[in-house]
């Protein structure tokens, strides 16, 4: 009876190994592409608020007689909002930048477990080619991420020039930066569009 019983007790503790490996692999997976869905959802918002932002200051800037003191009064309350919503970007950014970590030593982990050692070469070669892209994309999104800061600073820095500008009521300068400003954050927040696919096919397969 106890050689019987020995065999069953291994097959049901290798079994519940393998479920804790699949449960493990599985939740870093989830972890990312969660992660990936929470920074494009910011992103979303923060373009969005960004781009209504800047338009309606350029609309109510071309107006005759525009009053410039409400105008600003109102830019700089967007823009409080703009940079707490940037704030949670960056935040939601680095989780993703932690939870792909973790998801491709999973897989490092899973691969070099492999006992087969031509399976393990080729499912590590794959990891590698991977991780290439993906960091590709990680770190091209970083650079945008970063230069978004300059906008927001653009975006002060234009708050004290329409303070100004109430005094000297001097528009055209004012709608010409505005258009700048605009302009760039519409393409900084583009390309982070590339970034939210690489992820979402990363997590997908």
């Known amino acids: 009876m106890k050689y019987i019983l020995l065999p069953l007790s291994l097959l049901v503790v290798m079994s519940a190994c393998r479920w ?3 449960k493990q692999s599985l939740k870093h997976g989830d972890v990312l592409k969660s992660n ?4 494009e959802k910011n992103r979303l918002k923060l373009s969005e608020k960004v781009i209504a932002s800047i338009e309606t200051a350029e609309e109510e ?3 005759e007689g525009a009053d410039l003191g409400k105008i600003s009064k109102d830019w700089e309350k967007e823009w409080t909002q703009i940079n707490n919503r ?20 999973q897989l ?6 492999i006992s087969d050692q031509t399976l393990r070469n080729d499912e590590l070669a794959k990891n590698r080619t991977l991780r290439s892209r993906w960091e590709k994309s990680y770190n091209e999104a970083a650079i945008s991420v970063d230069k978004i800061t300059e906008v927001l600073n653009s975006g002060k820095d234009f708050h004290m020039v329409l303070v100004a500008s109430s005094i ?3 528009l055209e300068s004012n709608v ?3 258009k700048v400003i605009s302009a760039r954050a ?3 927040l583009k390309d982070l569009e590339a970034f939210t696919e690489a992820g979402r096919q990363l997590v997908e397969g």
């Open 20 to 22: 804790k490996v699949t």
């Open 36 to 39: 990936v869905e929470g920074f």
């Open 61 to 63: 800037l071309a107006k």
């Open 86 to 105: 940037y704030d949670k970007l960056k935040s939601d950014f680095e989780n993703v930048g932690s939870s792909s970590q973790n998801y491709f030593d």
């Open 108 to 113: 490092e982990e899973l691969s070099t477990a």
């Open 168 to 170: 000297r009521q001097k």
């Open 176 to 178: 010409e930066e505005l």
């Open 186 to 188: 519409k393409v900084l």
